[in-house]
Nanobody, 122 residues
Framework: QVPLVESGGGMVQAGGSLRLSCAAS????????MGWFRQAPGKDREFVSA????????YYADSVKGRFTISRDNAKNAVSLQMNSLKPEDTAIYYC???????????????WGQGTQVTVTS
């Protein structure tokens, strides 16, 4: 059973917006940092953004800083990623993940969703 389930992916034109959501089943992310990663075709998986379970500390990859906003609803064990000003380079499968550490390193994440496709057309 996959503890994290992403939703909200789709296809948009460059400059458009999407909001991704990640729902945690059970307590998988209750005391975890939660993050988003993405993997474009032919590329390695890369960090996008993270938020700590306590407080509002956040990380953003330089490539998305100022365009993406991560938020968390601890009561619902959910995390969202608002993606604005999307670029074709943002096209990837986006994965929600949870870690015991507040981290931008995928090796620190122990729970992963199945991913949701985001496609940004020119």
């Amino acid at each position: 059973q996959v503890p994290l389930v992403e939703s909200g992916g789709g296809m948009v034109q460059a400059g458009g917006s999407l909001r991704l959501s990640c729902a945690a089943s059970g307590r998988a992310a209750r005391r975890y940092g939660m993050g988003w990663f993405r993997q474009a075709p032919g590329k390695d998986r890369e960090f996008v953004s993270a938020i700590w379970w306590a407080g509002g500390a956040t990380y953003y990859a330089d490539s998305v800083k100022g365009r993406f906003t991560i938020s968390r609803d601890n009561a619902k064990n959910a995390v969202s990623l608002q993606m604005n000003s999307l670029k074709p380079e943002d096209t990837a499968i986006y994965y929600c993940a949870a870690s015991h550490l507040f981290s931008n390193t995928q090796r620190d994440y122990v729970y992963w969703g199945q991913g949701t496709q985001v496609t940004v057309t020119s």
